[in-house]
């Protein structure tokens, strides 16, 4: 081998040698920012961790007001701002089983508890044979529960949920909306 080629060979090693430095530098340096990235999420969920502990310590030691109750969705849309009718249409719609669960919870506190929005507007469209306004039942609501307050626009959407369960028919005249009694297959 010629001292010549030995030169170029050796030439070579060292360029590549120092591509292969260079490049291993840039390697350590984006290495370097995701340990920096992962470091600073490792400290965002110690901190994520540490609070959801002292939420458990908190939940176990004093119990919430939506576990002491035996209604949650109460308890939310009254922190919220909600009325209470629209938490009873949200609860209405988990069913039979939620609501017998909730009741006997609320029964051993010795608390009566008023029927659900749907429930009353179903027992007085069943003293009409005729179609009902939403605003006719509202106002005979009102004259019987007076310590039931709905809005107006309550009293529509528990009628329209009640329409899409197939409890409640709607029936259109012109513009105006009227309700009542689904006729059930073993009433006909």
Avoid: C, W
Avoid at 21 to 43: G, H, S, Y
Avoid at 47 to 61: K, M, N, P, T, V
Avoid at 90 to 106: F, L
């Amino acid at each position: 081998m010629s001292s010549q080629s030995a030169a170029t060979l050796r030439s070579r090693y060292v360029e590549q040698a120092a591509a292969d430095l260079e490049a291993n530098r840039r390697r350590q340096e984006e290495l370097a920012q995701k340990i920096e990235l992962l470091k600073q999420e490792e400290a965002l969920l110690s901190d994520i961790l540490s609070l959801a502990e002292r939420y458990e310590g908190f939940a176990d030691s004093v119990r919430l007001p939506e576990q002491a109750q035996g209604e949650p969705v109460v308890a939310k849309a009254k922190r919220r701002g909600k009325t209470a009718e629209s938490a009873q249409r949200a609860t209405a719609g988990k069913g039979k089983s939620a609501r017998a669960g909730a009741g006997a919870k609320g029964g051993a506190k010795g608390k009566t508890r008023e029927p659900l929005l749907g429930d009353v507007l179903m027992e007085l469209l069943a003293n009409h044979q005729e179609p009902r306004l939403a605003k006719e039942l509202r106002d005979e609501l009102l004259e019987k529960h007076p310590s039931r307050n709905p809005t107006p626009q309550v009293v529509r959407n528990t009628l329209e949920s009640l329409v899409a369960k197939g409890r409640v028919q709607r029936h259109k005249q012109q513009r105006s909306v009227m309700y009542t009694l689904a006729q059930t297959a073993d009433a006909g």
